[in-house]
């Protein structure tokens, strides 16, 4: 069950520079979002240690996944390391999906690892009970998904 990538421009990430974007959840009228940015940059570098000042762990954090053996991108991208980061919760409206150009998808996982990251923090953000509900099963599906992978097919880098 591949996740679609999305390359997404959004005012509150990163200037509001368009970023790779893995669509975890979504309904008919909201979708959620988790952007990518690239080891070192500023930004990724800055949020991670203002994050660590606030006794967040890094897997709460951010997941660091290799893309390049994580993502299949369809085009430009060549797929770095990068940090993707599902918080602060990001839900856009299901026309910002159908509008933005896809470019890749993300394997079970990567997507594993990224759901396991929203569901390592009480309270898990601003996700409705529902929301929570349904990462709970995604994360059952994909485990079990994943569950005859080989060790080295399950690293992130």
């Known amino acids: 069950m591949p996740a ?3 390359r997404i421009q959004l005012a509150e990430f990163n200037g ?3 970023h790779p974007h893995v669509l975890v959840l979504s309904s008919s009228r909201n979708c959620v979002v ?3 940015c690239t ?3 500023n930004w990724a ?3 991670m240690a203002a994050m660590r000042k606030l006794l967040y762990q890094p897997e709460q954090i951010a997941v660091r996944i290799d893309n390049s053996r994580h993502v299949a991108f369809k085009q430009e991208y060549t797929g770095n390391v990068a940090y993707w980061f599902p918080f602060p919760l990001r839900q856009v409206p299901r026309r910002v999906i159908d509008a933005a150009e896809e470019i890749g998808e993300m394997n079970d996982v990567a997507l594993l690892a990224i759901v396991k990251c929203f569901l390592s923090r009480p309270g898990t953000g601003d996700l409705s009970p529902a929301d929570i509900r349904r990462l709970e099963s995604l994360r059952l599906q994909l485990e079990a998904a994943v569950a005859t992978l080989l060790p080295s097919e399950l690293a992130l880098e």
């Open 4 to 6: 679609k990538v999305f």
């Open 16 to 18: 509001g520079q368009p």
């Open 34 to 36: 988790v952007p990518a």
């Open 39 to 41: 080891i070192g940059k």
């Open 45 to 47: 570098e800055s949020y």
